[in-house]
């Protein structure tokens, strides 16, 4: 089995190619280091370094005896994928080489132009590569649990049964993104189902949660490290809070903290995703939600500052600061998560001990840390 992976040199796509080679399947990627130099871009960088692509592949071959072939460029860039699906002849596709922060798309046009541009090409280009060279190959799309924003009721995976005016129906649920970002990857989810309808293409759109932690079986094994990010830019709620622990600054909650969103750590989060490589649905698009728990910003802020004060014995401090965001910050939630369960997933990390593993692997980059400090506070301001 061929697996193209696009954005191969992310937080989740270096490790999850890791996981495919253990798995014995024929590993490609592409990338262009959008996000190493966006996030320079910004004042910031990944906390815990990161080998260069060269080192990497070549690590790799030396621990594993295994070659992934790397394509370098943009697949925003119709002439490269076309390129890298005739050369890799893929069977499963994974995309997840998109611009992946809501607050880079809320800085300004020109930010949420390139975020809306840049997303929704490489998916058109991804689906017409597909249909023209290799119908049959499995799509494995990252969208995101906030595409569905937060609804007063629940949530289900994709589609729902509805009745209007007396007459029923089974329909996508409402979308309802609350950034740019989260906007692109709707407009997505939109193009890929109209494409399902018309090819018969193989797709599975992947409403992804929050990720969190620095580790996995296979990075482990190797001594290898993923990117991680804490500015207030690229950097996500969890990993940004362990992070402001271990530099002794105050955890910044956003509004009133009880903001609920779906959360799994990143070994979890590789799990899915080759799960779901396993698991095609042909010629249909199959929506599936994947988190492992959900939890309000105020438990994850308690939990950081407990397990923090246990270890280190340093006290926190937690802090409400003025929502940079437009969002609800105390709701109803209730998303379903039911496909992932039944295709076998089990949960094998403890939010606890991933917590305590963030903080060891931060501590031991303190110095770097340090440096990074000035890129923490909220510096984007939706409605500015
Ligand atoms: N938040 C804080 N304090 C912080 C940072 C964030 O309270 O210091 C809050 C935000 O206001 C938001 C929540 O934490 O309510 C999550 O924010 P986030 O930055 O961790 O996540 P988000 O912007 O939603 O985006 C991230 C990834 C994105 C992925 C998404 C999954 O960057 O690629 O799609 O998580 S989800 O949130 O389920 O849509």
């Known amino acids: 089995m061929n697996v193209l992976i696009l954005g191969i040199d992310g937080y989740i796509g270096f490790p999850l190619a890791l996981r495919f080679l253990s798995m014995g399947y024929n590993v490609y990627g592409a990338d262009n280091f959008y996000t190493r130099r966006r996030v320079k871009a910004v004042g910031s960088d990944t906390a815990i370094p990161i080998n260069t692509m060269d080192i990497r592949l070549k690590k790799i071959r030396e621990k594993t005896g295994k070659s992934i072939t790397f394509f370098k460029g943009n697949v925003s860039n119709p002439q490269f994928m076309y390129d890298i699906i005739k050369k890799s002849s893929p069977d499963v596709i994974v995309h997840l080489a998109e611009q992946r922060s809501a607050p880079y798309s809320m800085i300004g046009l020109r930010q949420a132009i390139e975020t809306l541009d840049n997303n929704i090409n490489s998916t058109m280009n991804l689906i017409y590569a597909v249909k023209d060279i290799k119908r049959d190959a499995h799509i494995i799309k990252l969208g995101t649990m906030g595409e569905y924003g937060t609804p007063n009721i629940d949530i289900p ?6 009745e209007y005016h007396g007459r029923r129906d089974y329909l996508p649920f409402p979308r309802s993104g609350q950034s740019w970002y989260h906007l692109s990857k709707v407009h997505d989810t939109n193009n890929l189902m109209l494409a399902t309808k018309i090819w018969g293409l193989t797709v599975t759109d992947v409403m992804q949660g929050v990720v969190y932690g620095t580790r996995t079986e296979e990075l482990n094994e190797y001594k290898m490290t993923t990117r ?8 996500t709620v969890l ?47 199959n929506v599936i939600n994947q988190f492992d728990e959900y939890y309000s910003l105020n438990y994850l802020a308690e939990k950081v500052k407990e397990k923090y004060e246990e270890i280190y014995n340093k006290d926190v401090e937690i802090s409400h600061i003025d929502d940079p965001r437009i969002e609800l910050d105390d709701h109803y939630y209730n998303p379903e998560h039911k496909k992932l369960y039944e295709l076998g997933f089990k949960s094998r990390v403890k939010l606890d001990d991933e917590i305590y593993n963030i903080m060891n692997d931060l501590n031991e980059n303190r110095l770097r840390l340090l440096r990074l400090k000035d890129s923490i506070m909220p510096r984007t301001f939706w409605k500015s």
Do not use: W
């Open 228 to 235: 991680f990010d804490i500015d207030e830019t690229y950097g």
């Open 239 to 285: 990993n940004r809070f362990a992070s402001q622990a271990v530099l002794g600054m105050p955890l910044t909650v956003y509004g009133a903290g009880n903001q609920k969103r779906g959360f799994l750590s990143l070994e979890d989060s590789i799990t899915c995703l080759s799960l779901i490589a396993e698991h095609p649905e042909p010629e249909n698009y």
């Open 157 to 162: 995976e994709g589609f729902f049964n509805i």
